[in-house]
């Protein structure tokens, strides 16, 4: 009797070892993802958009990175932002202007934000992300693979403490929602998919909040927009958006 405890106990761990082995892979899901929009073909690329009243120029390449954001001010006049590795310089009028640090950090992140959002999730590729797979959920009667990111605090920028959560579609591995709590528990979910060129792809969201008393987990955020217990805050509409 004993003996056969023993085996038995051999198996059952056998399982469980194997079925954390066969636990899905967030990088393999990630890069499918990538592949699904095409951005895995942006390097050594130039993508423009508008994005409400901002014009963004973005020339990605592996060894330098350079992002532009232009706009008219009623007051100072023609403004851009120009943020790269080295940092942000602004200039108006085309005259370079000195900043504070407060301001240099205030619009290198507001440049930042918005590129990052328009490059998901091939900019889940970067260094500093660390993924890890969550679960199998359902979402509007579709399976979906919910994976959870984070940051290194190397290269991981002011808000290297961020946790996202992103849902992709078990099929065709589509990034059709995420949450994240950046400027208060924000949860997005495609509202449109924008092909530009050959075969790239980029997506509009609606962007919603929770107004309810009960504080809630930010990987919950996919439940409550199923309960539609979530108020639509913003939509996130890319414009003209040219690859080159």
Same mark, same amino acid.
């Given at each position: 009797?004993?003996?056969?405890?023993?085996?038995?106990?051999?198996?059952?761990?056998?399982?469980g070892l194997s079925s954390c082995n066969l636990s899905p892979s967030p990088q393999k899901i990630i890069d499918h993802s990538i592949h699904f929009y095409g951005m895995d073909n942006l390097d050594?690329?130039?993508?423009?958009f508008d994005f409400r009243n901002f014009h963004?120029?973005?020339?990605?390449?592996?060894?330098?990175?350079?992002? &532009?954001? =232009? %706009?008219?001010?009623?007051?100072?006049?023609?403004?851009?932002d120009q943020l790269s590795s080295h940092g942000l310089v602004r200039e108006i009028n085309g005259l370079v202007t000195p900043l504070s640090t407060k301001d240099s950090v205030k619009y290198a992140e507001s440049v930042n934000s918005v590129?990052?959002?328009?490059?998901?999730?091939l900019k889940l590729n970067d260094d500093a992300v660390q993924k890890k797979y969550l679960k199998s959920v359902m979402i509007k009667?579709?399976?979906?693979?919910?994976? &959870?990111? =984070? %940051?290194?605090q190397e290269n991981g920028g002011m808000h290297h403490d961020d946790v996202f959560y992103f849902w992709f579609d078990a099929e065709d591995h589509s990034m059709d929602y995420f949450a994240y709590?950046?400027?208060g528990n924000r949860f997005r979910a495609i509202?449109?998919?924008?092909?530009?060129?050959?075969?790239?792809?980029f997506q509009d969201y609606q962007n919603f909040e929770y107004k309810g008393n009960k504080k809630l987990p930010l990987s919950d955020y996919?439940?409550?927009?199923?309960?539609?217990?979530?108020?639509?805050?913003?939509?996130?509409?890319?414009?003209?958006?040219?690859v080159r």
């Open positions: 009797m004993q003996k056969n405890y023993f085996f038995f106990t051999l198996i059952v761990i056998s399982l050594n690329k130039t993508i423009d963004y120029s973005v020339k990605l390449d592996k060894s330098e990175w350079f992002y &532009e954001r =232009s %706009f008219v001010d009623s007051t100072l006049g023609k403004v851009k590129v990052y959002f328009a490059l998901l999730p009667g579709m399976p979906y693979d919910e994976i &959870e990111v =984070s %940051f290194k709590s950046k400027g509202n449109g998919l924008i092909k530009s060129g050959e075969g790239y792809y996919y439940v409550l927009f199923e309960q539609d217990k979530l108020s639509k805050l913003s939509e996130i509409d890319l414009r003209n958006i040219v």
